[in-house]
């Protein structure tokens, strides 16, 4: 199966501090990323999804000015969290859907655990 | 109404017996449906996909669509300890992202 990865894979920080999040995919050209979070216990919600080259469409209620979203290759999307609170705390996972297959599956990073202190 | 809903569990079975997980869905304009699994603390992982109605099998994994009932099954055989995890099901919406169910979580009693 296609291969996607995040990085940093858990990252710490204070208060007010802002965070990039790397998800690549690997083996094959995401012409769309989608970026999810997910609180203990819940499911996943998405986020934003994420169009190489144009901007980034986000879901009702996620601030596109915190969360900063940039896919500017095929195989990069980056998650920007701005101003990190500890609310934001969570786990970010990114997911790429293989343009050249026509088909819908998406495949996931191994995400990123997010401690805003 | 949620758009994919599956019962959150726990479903508990005995190790070699059939798991059967259930979700149902609202739009019957969806074509595709996707089962993950995602472990504790984990992101999720494709078990398998079924676009037509009927059967479809992967190994101990067999997935079941009806369209007219619109729900989608997964069916694991021979059911093991390492099974035990959250069950996803997942349909694309109108922007293609996927619409997740809350997740079914299955444990497999040794």
């Known amino acids: 199966g296609a291969v996607v990865s995040q990085h940093p894979s858990r990252v710490i920080c204070k208060s007010g501090t802002s965070v990039k999040i790397e998800c690549r995919s690997l083996?094959?050209?995401?012409?769309?990323m989608f970026w999810y979070r997910q609180f203990p216990k819940q499911s996943l919600m998405l986020m934003a999804t994420?169009?190489?080259?144009?901007?980034?469409?986000?879901e009702q209620g996620v601030e596109k000015d915190k969360f900063l979203i940039n896919h500017a290759s095929l195989t990069l999307s980056t998650l920007t969290v701005t101003s990190a609170h500890p609310e934001d705390s969570s786990f970010y996972i990114c997911?790429?859907?293989?343009?050249?297959?026509?088909?819908?599956?998406?495949?996931f990073g191994p995400g990123t655990r997010l401690l805003v202190l | 109404q949620k758009e994919v809903e599956q019962n959150s569990g726990p479903l508990s079975v005995p190790e070699g017996a059939i798991a059967s997980l259930n979700c149902t869905y609202s739009?019957?304009?969806?074509?595709?449906f996707f089962w993950y699994r995602q472990y504790s603390g984990k992101s999720p992982e494709l078990i398998m996909f079924?676009?037509?109605?009927g059967d479809k099998e992967d190994g101990r994994f067999t997935a079941q669509l009806n369209k007219a009932s619109q729900y989608v099954s997964l069916l694991i055989r021979d059911s093991q300890p390492s099974d035990s995890a959250t069950y996803l099901c997942?349909?694309?919406?109108?922007?293609?992202?996927?619409?997740f169910g809350s997740g079914t979580r299955l444990q497999v009693q040794p």
């Open positions: 997911s790429a859907r293989d343009g050249t297959s026509g088909e819908e599956t998406q495949y």
């Open positions: 083996d094959f050209q995401a012409t769309t």
């Open positions: 994420s169009n190489e080259g144009s901007k980034a469409t986000y």
């Open positions: 739009d019957r304009g969806s074509q595709s």
């Open positions: 079924i676009y037509s109605n």
């Open positions: 997942a349909a694309p919406t109108g922007r293609r992202a996927l619409t």
